[in-house]
């Protein structure tokens, strides 16, 4: 039976914890994001193109707008689109702070794991640590653990809607019928 060594221990867990936090990290900003952000969009165009535009059809028909100045709100809704059609400056640089930020740790974890591994060698006293083998089978763990996680949101996660385009129309035309009232 192999006994237990404090140090292999120690560096296994901080591999370990490492390998998970770069795997999380990289595969939130280069794969999660971008789904999420296309599902997003595609709710919203489903929403705008069906939904609302059906139902809009339908608010007119029960409330006519005769008052509507619709020239006034076709010229709006083109100054809107020219404003609206680039990203959301401020978004994009959090989103890339936040990105260096998780870089800046993943890169002092590293450093802290190589410290402590040659801290550890020096005060060995003759024992080896295994490192290549802690590598190898930290890294076949996460290659499950990825595919696991891949699957899941592929196959939950995203298939999961927390709002229908029925609720969003509805606030919609509620808010319309609000307004059309005052």
């Known amino acids: 039976m192999e006994h237990f060594y404090l140090p292999t221990f120690i560096i296994n867990l901080l591999i370990h914890i490492f ?3 770069a795997f ?10 971008n789904q999420i952000k296309n599902h997003i ?14 139902n ?18 076709a010229s709006y809704t083109k ?7 680039h990203e959301n400056v ?7 702070a ?11 974890m590293v450093m802290f794991i190589v410290a402590l591994f040659f801290f550890f060698k020096w005060r060995s006293g003759g024992h080896t640590l295994e490192i290549g083998f802690t590598l190898a089978e930290n890294v076949i763990i996460f290659l499950f653990v990825g595919v696991i996680e891949m699957y899941f949101f592929l196959e939950i996660a995203f298939k999961y809607t927390p709002i229908g ?4 129309t509805t606030t919609i035309i509620n808010k319309l019928e609000e307004l059309t009232r005052n």
């Open 98 to 108: 936040l990105f260096w930020q998780l870089m800046l740790i993943l890169g002092l």
């Open 19 to 21: 390998i998970l936090f």
């Open 79 to 85: 100054n809107l689109k020219k404003e609206f059609v």
């Open 41 to 54: 969009n595609d709710e919203f165009q489903d929403l705008i193109n069906i939904q609302v535009k059906q």
């Open 90 to 96: 401020m978004v994009k640089l959090t989103n890339k």
């Open 165 to 168: 385009p029925t609720e969003a």
């Open 24 to 33: 999380l990290t990289f595969f939130f900003f280069f794969f999660v994001s």
């Open 56 to 73: 809009l059809n339908k608010l007119n028909d029960t409330l006519p707008m005769p008052n509507v100045a619709w020239k006034s709100v």
